[in-house]
């Protein structure tokens, strides 16, 4: 069983900045990106970004660019999404999840296993 551990959420003013992590417990061989997803009250979950563990190539929502990025610690088995200018729209839950390295798309829900408890992000005007 892989067991992820997201924290750095929390209350931040439009305009503010927040650093996510996401821990993973460990690593498998059917595992080969992680990804960051959010939902927000009555919506769906969403895809915000993904990075491969071997490269770290990334993918992100199209409306998230520019202002979210996300890294990788390989050593710490860490995930990180960098969040700046943060909107009130970016308030939800976030979670990370381990990317199934037989699914070729990273955008989808359904491409992904194991998933954390999530963070709360909240954007105040």
């Known amino acids: 069983q892989v067991q992820l551990v997201e924290s750095g959420g929390g209350l931040v003013q439009a305009g503010g900045s927040l650093r996510l992590s996401c821990a993973t417990s460990r690593r498998t061989f059917s595992d080969d990106a992680m990804g960051w997803f959010r939902q927000a009250p009555g919506k769906e979950r969403e895809f915000v970004a993904a990075?491969?563990?071997?490269?770290?190539?990334?993918y992100y929502a199209d409306s998230l660019k520019g202002r979210f990025t996300i890294s990788k610690d390989n050593a710490k088995n860490t995930v990180y999404l960098q969040m700046n200018s943060l909107k009130p729209e970016d308030t939800a839950v976030y979670c990370c999840?381990?990317?199934?390295?037989?699914?070729?798309?990273?955008?989808?829900?359904?491409?992904?296993?194991?998933w954390g408890q999530g963070t709360q992000v909240t954007v105040s005007s």
């Open positions: 999840a381990t990317h199934r390295a037989s699914s070729t798309t990273y955008y989808r829900t359904y491409s992904y296993d194991y």
């Open positions: 990075i491969t563990w071997s490269i770290g190539r990334t």
